[in-house]
């Protein structure tokens, strides 16, 4: 095990191939701090996806080093939430059930004081995406918005260690997409997760990350890490109208050209 770095999410020459050989992640090597919000923004085919996929535990084949405070990230004190592109709802359970299995199954407990909380947690992280409504409804009878909302959720509801979201907002129109961020951002407000946020926007990035990851077009050149403390200290309705979001917008589309 390496001793590099004991703090936070530490990627160590991360490689993922397809079975026939070709890499999709050559050796990636990311330190990300704990608690903090990456979004990460690449072209097609540059291992957005994979790397979620990686850390949630989902390809077992990997090469390389994932750790989480010093310890293996896959292991079993470290709770990670994962929300696809598909949602990964249960078609045949209700909204309230989603969250109820994966908690239970994240978290088990026994006894009545157990099953009070739970149901209030549920009641809770529903109404802080404005889905409380819903509760008794199923998957299928939900927009596409409103399967985003649950699944989101259901990744708050689990208190996971890590956080992970592939591209969760990417089939909304723009109303709706500004406010699921805008909801996203008080839910890690008052749950601190370490979360890594992919996205095919450069202004959601902006918005949403802490720091934003910018992966390469290759497999040889590492990713940059880029510090968006700035812009997202700031409310995020007056972000889009700073000099500070103009300038960091510049200089993302500037790594992208060099990167992509």
Same mark, same amino acid.
């Given at each position: 095990?390496?001793?590099?770095?004991?703090?936070?999410?530490?990627?160590?020459?991360?490689?993922?191939?397809?079975?026939?050989?070709?890499?999709?992640?050559?050796?990636?090597?990311?330190?990300?701090?704990?608690?903090?919000?990456?979004?990460?923004? %690449?072209?097609? /085919?540059?291992? #957005?996806?994979?790397?979620? @996929?990686? $850390?949630?535990?989902? !390809?077992?084949?990997? &090469?390389?080093?994932?750790?989480?405070?010093?310890?293996?990230?896959?292991?079993?004190?470290?709770?990670?939430?994962?929300?696809?592109?598909?949602?990964?709802?249960?078609?045949?359970?209700?909204?309230?059930?989603?969250?109820?299995?994966?908690?239970?199954?994240?978290?088990? %407990?026994?006894? /009545?004081?157990? #099953?009070?909380?739970?149901? @209030?947690? $549920?009641?809770?992280? !529903?109404?802080?995406? &404005?889905?409380?409504?819903?509760?008794?409804?199923?998957?299928?009878?939900?927009?596409?918005?409103?399967?985003?909302?649950?699944?989101?959720?259901?990744?708050?509801?689990?208190?996971?260690?890590?956080?992970?979201?592939?591209?969760?907002?990417?089939?909304?129109?723009?109303?709706?997409?500004? /406010?699921?961020?805008?909801?996203?951002?008080?839910?890690?407000?008052?749950?601190?997760?370490?979360?890594?946020?992919?996205?095919?926007?450069?202004?959601?990035?902006?918005?949403?990350?802490?720091?934003?990851?910018?992966?390469?077009?290759?497999?040889?050149?590492?990713?940059?890490?880029?510090?968006?403390?700035?812009?997202?200290?700031?409310?995020?309705?007056?972000?889009?109208?700073?000099?500070?979001?103009?300038?960091?917008?510049?200089?993302?589309?500037?790594?992208?050209?060099?990167?992509?």
């Amino acid at each position: 095990m390496s001793s590099l770095k004991t703090s936070g999410l530490h990627i160590h020459n991360l490689q993922v191939a397809y079975q026939n050989g070709q890499l999709v992640l050559g050796g990636m090597n990311l330190d990300l701090p704990e608690h903090g919000i990456y979004t990460v923004i %690449g072209p097609s /085919g540059s291992g #957005k996806s994979t790397l979620l @996929r990686a $850390i949630a535990g989902l !390809l077992p084949g990997y &090469g390389g080093e994932l750790l989480f405070n010093g310890r293996p990230v896959h292991d079993k004190d470290t709770l990670i939430g994962l929300v696809p592109q598909n949602y990964g709802l249960l078609p045949w359970k209700t909204v309230r059930d989603n969250l109820r299995i994966a908690m239970n199954i994240a978290r088990p %407990g026994k006894g /009545g004081k157990h #099953k009070l909380e739970q149901e @209030r947690q $549920i009641t809770r992280w !529903l109404a802080s995406m &404005g889905i409380a409504e819903l509760a008794g409804r199923y998957p299928l009878s939900l927009s596409g918005g409103q399967q985003q909302r649950v699944a989101i959720a259901r990744a708050f509801a689990i208190r996971p260690t890590i956080l992970l979201l592939d591209e969760p907002f990417s089939a909304l129109d723009a109303m709706t997409r500004e /406010g699921l961020q805008q909801m996203f951002i008080r839910s890690w407000q008052e749950h601190p997760v370490t979360a890594l946020f992919v996205t095919h926007d450069v202004e959601e990035a902006i918005l949403l990350g802490q720091k934003i990851i910018v992966l390469a077009a290759g497999q040889q050149e590492p990713p940059e890490l880029v510090d968006n403390a700035d812009v997202f200290a700031m409310k995020h309705e007056d972000k889009r109208e700073s000099q500070e979001y103009f300038e960091q917008s510049k200089h993302i589309r500037k790594v992208m050209m060099e990167k992509w």
